[in-house]
């Protein structure tokens, strides 16, 4: 330590280039940040159920991208014929992105270039074997969001069982080892079935048409929205509106000239759309227009039209209520379409139309859900209102919400904290100096997150905040004792001077930093992911804020004039640093009521932390992202939304092995699905478990029954042969353009063998309930232990997963992660105080401050029902992280006033003085800080800005007040070594000083 500062004293010129020449490319990582929120981020990679649902997407598709629209008359109780008028352009913009015209989207793209004079640079026709980039030249949060699918080239032939079998099954551990019950799906079985079948990951996901182009904007000519719409068809127009609207261009008036910019951004977006459509991104999309319906025609099965078309090709509406009644009497064929693609009141009116649809598997869908978003969201207008809900949309407003507090309350928490450093130093320097390090701290860390493509998560998207809190604590630090020893120090002998001043306090900065990275690289044990991610970037940030805070500081002050030299404006008359009043008269209360009622001071902070223990017993964990958000918040109005009409939107998938190839044709294998089904749909199950409807591969088969039987309901049942059913199968026509032996239809619900059956089950809010974790499990158990006890005399294996589940998963681990960081945290952060003073009884009082915020702070929460949510789960950490720091600067300096002789009521009253001003100092830029996060309308933001504002609070108390009152009460001596050779083989602090 002492020949780094002498260092940062001899060269301060060259220390500061450094940091200059080190801060300059990592901001640049800033723009490689990446935001990530959805529930993939969160998950343990090798938890059983989240692996299990892993490979239900790739034998069922991915149900995570399940989003349903709801169109409702603004101004009547009822839908009328001229719906189908407004719902039409919306339907076939949609359907685009299923069905993909080659020859009309290439038109559109020639169109749309001759318009804007934009030429193609490099035309590439091959299909891509890298990742895709969305716009490419625009350097927005759309490009930080990452790349949008991961290509990967098929094998040019076909791999042996064994030579698959030997690459890539590399699980040791069965899911049938895990396994809970007798019938629980065997994970190693599926996934080598998987693998055998092509269906590993290299060949889940769908190949572009052709590589991305590049294009030439030298001869780029004016164009107008005007003469952009001219040049374009009507589908084109719809398109160019959905791209306006991304951008934000969607108010543009028709004769304003596009800049350059703009139409760069409008043919690169064009070529994103049309890369989307040629990969037919929407796998599955059902609305009430081009829905079909299984009829039986010439002893065949097929998909029918229940709409016609005329013979230009276009949809013929019904004109008339009669036509209308006839419309939705043909619908109602199928019941699986009630509550799904329309609703009827207690009348039998229509008073709700339904469009939902399921994409292909991607690696990442952020940036076709922003297009789709805005294409859906410009038919939100009069005489019909728009909701759209699903997990997609839950992650798109996470995001959204995220980085707006990102963007907006971190501004605002540096002018706060800034502003505070004035306030308390009444100085220019004293403003400055620490603002430089809480700023290059951040941005070194946050560059480098930006480098190794971590996303920010929802957890992560704290850091920069948490870091500003680190940074600033060190600098006060200094700079306070600086102004300690100010009247000291003078042109004379000013580097010797300043080596006495910061040697000492920079030796405690260090410390309190050493024990802060323990806080946070604790968080390496959890299994969340984004939590070791967190855990470790907090970690790296508390190391850059050390040595930015004690490198900037020293060679700083080297360089600006001795303090007194010459009159400054916002310097104090005297040499001598004159606190502030307020504060010291607050710390000097805190002094005399730690020493003269020590007793007292223990007494009554037991009493209080008894009360949080009982507190903490009703802490519940919450990981549902509908709760993060206000009630009033769009999420959770279409959430209920879509529980009042089309049953819910939270999807679990119900996988259930008939443990044969061509199991799923057999009867009596069918009928165990169809009476599990005919069980959740009860009344009881909708207002008990919020279980809302549930369809299989058995609804399909009793369609197709009913069809071949005159439509008679009837025989609405599962055929009683296996031979009638592989014949229904054998003559329906439906369409199969992947060729994999099922009927694209079939694909959600049965797997490629016919072995496997997917029963999708959706929850939602029933009579505006609110759905949590908690409702998730006891739905999730009850449907388990439904499964578990329903006779199954062939032994069917099976397994509930599906998002909802990962929602519940998670919390159990953000539970076991708590416990087990504040266990280790607390061990290794005592270990360490105790080796760096060598005396048993410091490394416990350190832990007295902390444990004490800790308890207290989940203590508030379950008394005041703050839930304890992903964001939450690091509060430990930061209670740990950012609360030694107070405790190691008064031990450390209490520790050196007692080796000067005082006695330990006049070591206790100076510690109080010099450390004490400080942590006040500190304390109060954070609790003003975080306090601003209260005012987001993201509960999980909201709840965290509470609690760090406490945290902060209950440390410095438990520092000053309660520390000092224990180690009064005891008459602790911290100055007492203990005489042990291996003790000083270890000794910590030769190392630092």
Request: glycine share 4%; no cysteine.
């Amino acid at each position: 330590m002492k020949k780094w500062i002498l260092f940062n004293l001899n060269h301060p010129i060259f220390v500061l280039i450094a940091l200059a020449i080190i801060t300059v490319p990592l901001a640049a990582g800033l723009m490689r940040l990446e935001f990530d929120s959805s529930v993939e981020a969160l998950m343990p990679e090798q938890d059983k159920d989240y692996r299990l649902g892993q490979l239900a997407k790739q034998a069922f598709g991915d149900n995570k991208t399940f989003t349903i629209i709801s169109i409702e008359p603004i101004r009547s109780t009822k839908l009328t014929t001229d719906v189908f008028r407004f719902l039409e352009p919306l339907v076939l913009e949609l359907k685009e992105y299923k069905d993909f015209n080659r020859e009309i989207e290439i038109m559109r793209m020639k169109s749309i270039l001759e318009a804007t004079g934009v030429t193609i640079a490099t035309e590439t026709p091959k299909a891509p074997s890298a990742k895709m980039k969305s716009t490419a030249t625009k350097k927005t949060t759309d490009e930080m969001d990452g790349q949008f699918l991961d290509h990967e080239k098929k094998p040019d032939k076909k791999m042996t069982p064994s030579s698959q079998q030997k690459e890539q099954i590399k699980d040791t551990t069965e899911y049938s080892k895990e396994k809970n019950g007798n019938h629980d799906l065997s994970y190693s079985s599926w996934k080598q079935d998987l693998i055998l079948s092509q269906e590993s990951r290299s060949h889940r996901y769908v190949t572009l048409e052709r590589a991305r182009n590049k294009f030439d904007y030298s001869k780029l000519r004016q164009a107008s929205l005007k003469s952009i719409q001219s040049a374009l068809d009507a589908g084109g127009n719809l398109m160019l509106q959905t791209i306006l609207a991304y951008h934000k261009l969607a108010q543009v008036p028709l004769e304003k000239i596009f800049s350059r910019d703009q139409i760069r951004k409008i043919v690169e977006s064009w070529e994103d759309l049309y890369l989307f459509k040629s990969q037919k991104i929407i796998k599955n999309l059902m609305d009430p227009i081009t829905i079909e319906d299984i009829q039986a025609q010439d002893n065949e099965l097929r998909p029918s039209s229940i709409l016609k078309k005329s013979e230009a090709g276009n949809y013929i509406f019904p004109q008339n209520d009669a036509e209308f009644i006839s419309y939705i009497q043909k619908m109602s064929r199928n019941p699986l379409y009630e509550n799904s693609l329309y609703k009827k009141n207690s009348q039998g009116d229509i008073i709700a139309f339904g469009v939902n649809f399921v994409l292909q598997a991607q690696e990442n869908h952020t940036i076709i859900r922003e297009y789709l978003w805005h294409l859906i969201q410009k038919y939100n207008h009069e005489p019909y209102q728009i909701h759209t809900m699903g997990t997609m949309i839950f992650n798109k407003f996470m995001n959204d919400f995220t980085r707006r507090d990102l963007t907006f309350f971190l501004p605002l928490v540096i002018l706060i904290v800034i502003i505070t450093f004035f306030f308390n130093f009444r100085s220019v320097r004293g403003t400055i100096l620490p603002t430089l390090a809480v700023i290059l701290a951040t941005v070194w860390t946050m560059g480098i997150m930006g480098y190794t493509k971590i996303p920010l998560t929802i957890i992560g998207s704290i850091i920069p905040t948490l870091l500003i809190a680190v940074a600033s604590s060190y600098s006060i630090h200094i700079f306070n004792q600086f102004l300690q020893d100010q009247h000291l120090i003078s042109a004379d002998h000013k580097k010797t001077a300043l080596f006495t001043t910061l040697n000492h306090i920079s030796v405690t900065v260090t410390l309190a930093g050493l024990t802060t990275f323990v806080g946070f690289i604790t968080l390496g044990v959890n299994q969340v992911r984004a939590l070791r991610e967190f855990g470790l970037f907090a970690a790296l940030g508390t190391l850059f804020a050390v040595i930015i805070s004690v490198a900037l500081m020293s060679a700083a002050l080297m360089i600006l004039p001795t303090p007194g030299s010459r009159k400054k404006k916002f310097t104090t008359k005297s040499n001598e640093h004159k606190p502030n009043a307020l504060i010291f008269t607050m710390v000097h209360l805190f002094s005399i009521t730690s020493i003269r009622h020590s007793k007292k001071v223990v007494l009554f902070f037991s009493l209080i932390l008894l009360l949080s223990a009982y507190g903490m017993t009703l802490v519940t964990t919450e990981t549902t992202p509908t709760r993060y958000f206000k009630k009033d918040s769009y999420v959770n109005i279409a959430s209920e939304k879509m529980g009042q009409l089309f049953n819910g939107t939270f999807v679990f998938d119900i996988i259930i092995d008939s443990g044969a190839k061509n199991g799923a044709k057999d009867p009596d294998f069918l009928q165990f699905v169809q009476t599990f089904q005919n069980t959740l749909a009860t009344q009881q199950t909708k207002e008990k478990y919020y279980i809302l409807d549930s369809f299989s591969f058995t609804d399909f088969l009793k369609r197709m029954h009913k069809a071949m039987n005159r439509d008679d309901h009837s025989f609405y049942k599962i055929p009683g042969h296996k031979a009638s059913i592989e014949e229904y199968l054998e003559i329906f026509s439906g369409k199969d353009e992947d060729s994999d032996g099922r009927a694209d239809i079939f694909e959600t619900v049965v797997d490629k063998e016919f072995r496997r059956v997917n029963i999708i089950t959706r929850m939602g809010s029933y009579q505006g309930s609110e759905i949590g974790t908690a409702q998730i499990r006891k739905s999730r158990d009850y449907m388990v232990s439904l499964l578990r006890n329903q006779a199954n005399p062939n032994n069917y294996q099976f397994a509930v997963v599906g998002t909802p589940v990962d929602f519940m998963t998670l919390s159990g681990y953000i539970v076991t992660g708590q416990v087990q960081a504040i266990v280790l945290s607390l061990l290794i952060v005592g270990l360490i105080v105790f080796l760096l003073f060598q005396n048993i009884a410091a490394g416990f009082v350190a832990l007295i401050p902390i444990s004490a915020a800790i308890l207290l702070v989940f203590g508030i929460m379950g008394l005041s029902g703050i839930p304890l949510d992903i964001a939450q789960a690091i509060i430990s950490s930061v209670a740990i992280g950012i609360g030694v720091d107070d405790t190691i600067h008064f031990l450390n300096t209490l520790r050196h006033q007692t080796r000067g002789g005082q006695t330990l009521d006049e070591s206790l009253q100076t510690t109080h003085r010099l450390s004490g001003l400080a942590i006040v100092y500190t304390s109060i830029a954070l609790i003003f800080g975080f306090s601003v996060l209260v005012f987001s309308s993201f509960k999980p933001v909201l709840y965290f800005g509470l609690l760090v504002s406490s945290v902060m609070a209950a440390t410095t108390i438990g520092a000053l007040v309660i520390l000092p009152a224990v180690i009064h009460s005891l008459n602790l001596r911290l100055d007492r070594k203990i005489d042990h050779p291996w003790l000083k083989k270890v000794n910590l602090t030769k190392y630092l000083e």
